[in-house]
Nanobody, 126 residues
Framework: QVQLVESGGALVQAGGSLRISCAASGSIFSIDAMGWYRQAPGKQRELVASITSSGSTNYADSVKGRFTISRDNAENTVYLQMNSLKPEDTAVYYC????????????????????WGQGTQVTVSS
């Protein structure tokens, strides 16, 4: 089984900074893209940032210039450095990975993009 575990969510004041992390573990053959999504109350889940295995990044317009995504391929970990936080950044942040899982060694592997963490709460107070 594959697990994605987020950490680092907290309550911060507007203008502050926070770094959240997501570590993938389990029977992983390879990880392609990793990303962060967020969902605020009453809103749909939206992409915040993503990063490929080669380091190419993509950001939502609302976070460009404030957030930085990075990853440690050796540790199967992705980070999101969030600066100049705003109250509208308040949401549950979810880690997502597109990866290949070893289901049965030497027999079955599964490549999919529906691996999600449980979420970590980020609250920005005004």
């Amino acid at each position: 089984q594959v697990q994605l575990v987020e950490s680092g969510g907290a309550l911060v004041q507007a203008g502050g900074s926070l770094r959240i992390s997501c570590a993938a573990s389990g029977s992983i053959f390879s990880i392609d893209a990793m990303g962060w999504y967020r969902q605020a109350p009453g809103k749909q889940r939206e992409l915040v940032a993503s990063i490929t295995s080669s380091g190419s990044t993509n950001y939502a317009d609302s976070v460009k210039g404030r957030f930085t995504i990075s990853r440690d391929n050796a540790e199967n970990t992705v980070y999101l450095q969030m600066n100049s936080l705003k109250p509208e950044d308040t949401a549950v942040y979810y880690c997502n990975a597109q990866l290949t899982e070893i289901r049965i060694p030497g027999v079955e592997m599964r490549t999919a993009s529906d691996y999600w963490g449980q979420g970590t709460q980020v609250t920005v107070s005004s």
